[in-house]
């Protein structure tokens, strides 16, 4: 399991999770969150070079 415990924000997190993404060698993620924080979170990652699937 790969935990971000650094983050102080919904794109500290994203930038972060990104970073240990890579680090492991995976190209994309699912990214779980509450139904309002969907579109921000997926535009986070994408932002932060991430191709994720939210739900």
């Not at 930038?15 to 890579?22: E, F, P, Q, T, V």
């Not at 492991?24 to 190209?27: C, K, N, P, R, S």
């Given at each position: 399991m790969y935990t971000d415990h650094d983050a102080e924000s919904a794109i500290d997190n994203a930038?972060?999770?990104?970073?240990?993404?890579?680090d492991?060698?995976?190209?994309d993620a699912?990214?779980?969150t509450s139904?309002?924080?969907v579109a921000r979170?997926?535009?986070d990652?994408?932002?932060a070079g991430v191709h994720v699937?939210?739900?």
């Open positions: 930038d972060n999770s990104a970073r240990i993404i890579r492991i060698g995976a190209v699912v990214v779980v139904a309002n924080h979170a997926v535009r990652f994408a932002e699937l939210g739900i």
